[in-house]
């Protein structure tokens, strides 16, 4: 059974830095890719990041470029999104997911803004104020 469990957000301040986990099981890092999104109140969810360790490759939304990192552990079975000079406009619920086709498709879904993927976790609040 594929899960995902979000954590590390929080409050921040402008400028500040958050690092969010994504604990995965299930299904195999080095295949699957993972993708993060976000929704704020009254907004379509975003694609903000995705990461497919079998195609090497990764992807970020062009308003978080430059500030936001994605990477994998995988003995860990966990993806991590730092996220640093945060923005108010960051202020999201943010989430991870996957599907078995990203085995195949890679980041490409995330990219092309199809967000159509079975497994999501459950979400983690950022709050990015003074």
């Known amino acids: 059974q594929v899960q995902l469990v979000e954590s590390g957000g929080g409050l921040v301040q402008p400028g500040g830095s958050l690092r969010l986990s994504c604990a995965t099981s299930?299904?195999?890092?080095?295949?699957?890719?993972i993708g993060w999104f976000r929704q704020a109140p009254g907004k379509e969810r975003e694609g903000v990041s995705c990461?497919?360790?079998?195609?090497?490759?990764?992807y970020y939304t062009d308003s978080v470029k430059g500030r936001f990192t994605i990477s994998e552990d995988n003995a860990k079975n966990t993806v991590y999104l730092q996220m640093n000079s945060l923005i108010p406009e960051d202020t999201a619920v943010y989430y991870c997911?996957?599907?078995?086709?990203?085995?195949?498709?890679?980041?490409?879904?995330?990219?092309?803004?199809?967000?159509?993927?079975?497994?999501w976790g459950q979400g983690t609040q950022v709050v990015v104020a003074s």
């Open positions: 997911a996957t599907d078995e086709f990203t085995s195949i498709t890679g980041c490409s879904a995330v990219v092309s803004g199809k967000f159509d993927f079975e497994s």
């Open positions: 299930g299904f195999d890092l080095d295949y699957y890719a």
């Open positions: 990461i497919s360790a079998r195609f090497n490759s990764t």
